[in-house]
């Protein structure tokens, strides 16, 4: 069927304008998807055919999903596509087209307002605020993500996977009881709900409730079916976080191999979540073998992305592990050169202030320059939220941090840093073991 079908909605009552009623389908697969963390989002590219503008838009924010330097431009037709059609459209339409454009030219500032405004007049358009919240985690922005997601609760208070989304924006902005009774009513409307799953997982790591957290992952793992490769791994690898927190390296070092690499290896967040692991694993002590070649060959293609800072400081990491030094410092070329070239002035001040000097200390943590590695990462931590990330994820840096002050004999500065973990995490063997050896270096009892 051809023509304005204004008539049409998604699945949470928001009115559709396509050229086809029989994208509707695909459509919702998109939102439902995208809100639930479902692979099936990716249903929407067999409807591409439809030139209606949410259709196309749709499927030009699933490409800028690959996070990579190719995104953009297969992007490109279809929000050329969606733009040509959006007259037709709604308003609630033509704004999603123009905060997708607005992504795809690199100008996330304006696709983050516009993403805010319909939250303000449209609260069921659910996929929208997600985006928002999206954009708004990659610039370290957890209290915007919280006030988006706030907006939508009287209008959507039926939708677990809002409370999902509310859930992680209270973790995120520290507020850990009201996250964890957000989280725990999404499961209760939907056991199958990954992201707030993911965000009580977060709850129990920074409350050091370590037993706790390994047993409830452990107790929703089989409803992990479905779900994009991001989230699968992503959850995956909380459990083996709580694995390794019990030094419980045989185990964690397993879900490495059959959980967390290799579900889409040229996705950017499956391989950060890979390199994330790894480097936890050796920090822990543990050897891993020839794990770093396989990652790295994956690794080779980013030199050039400059996407987001937070995924090239992992890159540069990762490769830094895998003894790939060309490819490193061929990445860390492109990392500086990026930075000189921003303009806009938060994205200049993150590139330049925050993932720089990360870089440069990464970069020296990989030649074992213990000193250039304290000075780098000193310098950056304090700001390291602005690079994106959440609390757990960028908690590697502090690691590396604190094994680069052990390792060039500042062991007060790591007392300094340490004791206060073990105070919030009791039942961390893997503090304890490291406090184990500060104290023993500085002469001082358990």
């Known amino acids: 069927m051809q023509g304005r079908a204004p008539s049409l909605a998604d699945s949470l009552g928001n009115p559709l304008t396509l050229h086809h009623t029989g994208s509707v389908d695909a459509v919702n697969d998109f939102v439902e998807g995208f809100i639930a963390c479902e692979a099936r989002a990716v249903n929407v590219l067999q409807a591409a055919g439809d030139t209606s503008a949410m259709v196309q838009a749709c499927c030009a924010a699933l490409h800028m999903f690959a996070e990579s330097a ?4 297969n ?6 596509q969606a733009q040509a059609s959006a007259h037709q459209a709604s308003e609630r339409e033509q704004r999603f087209v123009a905060a997708v454009a607005a992504w795809v030219d690199g100008n996330v500032p304006r ?3 516009l993403h805010e405004e319909q939250a303000r007049l449209h609260p069921r358009d659910l996929a929208s605020l997600k985006l928002g919240q999206y954009h708004l985690f990659n610039r370290g922005d957890s209290p915007g993500m919280l006030r988006l997601a706030l907006q939508a609760l009287p209008a959507a208070p039926e939708v677990p996977y809002l409370h999902g989304m509310l859930a992680f924006g209270w973790e995120q902005c520290h507020r850990l009881q009201e996250a964890e009774a957000a989280a725990r009513h999404a499961i209760a409307l939907c056991r199958k709900e990954p992201w707030a799953q993911h965000a009580l997982a977060h709850v129990m790591l920074t409350q050091g409730r370590i037993r706790e957290g390994a047993a409830f992952m452990a107790s929703v793992n089989d409803t992990w079916t479905g779900l994009n490769s991001f989230m699968v791994t992503h959850n995956w690898w909380h459990q083996a976080l709580f694995l390794l927190e019990q030094d419980l390296h045989a185990e964690a070092l397993h879900l490495y191999d059959t959980q967390v690499w290799g579900v889409v290896k040229e996705y950017s967040q499956d391989q950060i979540n890979a390199i994330s692991l790894l480097v936890r694993l050796e920090l822990a002590g543990v050897d891993v073998g020839d794990r770093w070649a396989n990652v790295a060959r994956y690794l080779a293609a980013r030199g050039q ?9 992992q890159y540069l990491l990762g490769l830094g592990r895998a003894g790939e030094d060309a490819a490193a410092a061929r990445l860390m070329a492109h990392i500086e050169a990026h930075a000189a070239s921003r303009t806009e002035a938060q994205e200049r001040a993150v590139w330049q202030g925050v993932c720089v000097p ?5 970069q020296a943590f990989a030649q074992e320059q213990w000193g250039d590695a304290v000075a780098g ?8 939220v602005e690079i994106g990330g959440s609390h757990a994820q960028r908690d590697l840096f502090s ?4 094994h680069a002050l052990q390792c060039n004999g500042q062991w007060a500065s790591a007392q300094n840093l340490l004791q206060p ?18 104290n023993t270096a500085l002469g001082l009892p358990d």
């Open 305 to 313: 992305d400059q996407v987001l800072p937070f995924l090239d400081l």
């Open 399 to 402: 690691q590396l941090y604190l």
């Open 70 to 73: 190719e995104a953009p431009r």
């Open 421 to 438: 973990q073990c105070n919030a995490q009791p039942q961390s063997r893997r503090l304890a073991r490291q406090m184990h050896t500060v």
């Open 358 to 362: 990360a870089a440069r200390g990464i």
């Open 111 to 113: 696709a983050i307002a």
């Open 75 to 80: 992007a490109h037709p279809f929000i050329t």
């Open 377 to 384: 990462l000193g310098q950056a931590l304090p700001q390291l």
